[in-house]
């Protein structure tokens, strides 16, 4: 399993998240996040199991495991503060996976978070969906609106470099537009 999510799993009452029932049994998973279900797993021939780069609630040992709140928005996407931002193990993800489950790109670098995964940043997250940026998002209050079009305006007005909208060290009409055209679009 890699860059999973299970939320709110159940089981009907029969048993944990994994049955590993033999000696050749084994269970791999990286850069998963596994909250909100039955117990963990019932490993009760000495299956192989490794686990790395994991949210998982009730803990696991190994290798960049985590146990805390991952900070779920809009179900299984994780929101800003999570601990699931870039914590996850590059090494782990397919060659030929390049998109997180809604399409957008699977590696994406949160300016505003320390990586603690490993890798060549950016580093991937923790889970089915990567964190997205949001700089349309100017207030940082997780909404697009007239509030952050007033906010970047007056920046702009002021020649803040939040205003520098297209990275150019210029702030100019083009700033102006660029953002203007985000904003109408907002974000994900």
């Not at 089981?11 to 850069?31: I, K, Q, R």
């Not at 299984?76 to 999570?82: A, K, M, T, V, Y």
């Not at 520098?164 to 009409?173: A, G, K, M, Q, V």
């Amino acid at each position: 399993l890699v860059n999973c999510t299970v939320k709110d799993n159940t089981t009907n009452g029969v048993g944990p998240f994994a049955h590993c029932h033999s000696a050749g049994d084994s269970l791999t998973m990286s850069n998963c996040i596994v909250r909100n279900g039955p117990a963990p797993i019932s490993n009760t021939q000495g299956a192989q199991i490794a686990i790395t780069y994991t949210n998982f609630e009730g803990g696991w040992s190994g290798a960049g495991n985590i146990d805390a709140d991952p900070v779920f928005v809009h179900g299984f996407l994780i929101g800003p503060g999570s601990p699931c931002i870039d914590a996850g193990d590059n090494g782990a993800i397919p060659a030929w996976l390049e998109t997180d489950y809604s399409g957008g790109p699977r590696y994406l670098d949160d300016p505003g978070t320390n990586d603690t995964g490993v890798g060549a940043p950016p580093i991937v997250d923790m889970g089915v969906y990567e964190f997205q940026v949001c700089r349309v998002d100017v207030n940082d209050d997780h909404l697009v609106n007239t509030t952050d079009f007033l906010a970047f305006l007056n920046a702009w007005a002021a020649g803040d470099s939040l205003a520098d909208w297209n990275l150019d060290s210029e702030i100019d009409t083009l700033d102006f537009l660029a953002y203007l055209n985000d904003w109408v679009v907002g974000c994900p």
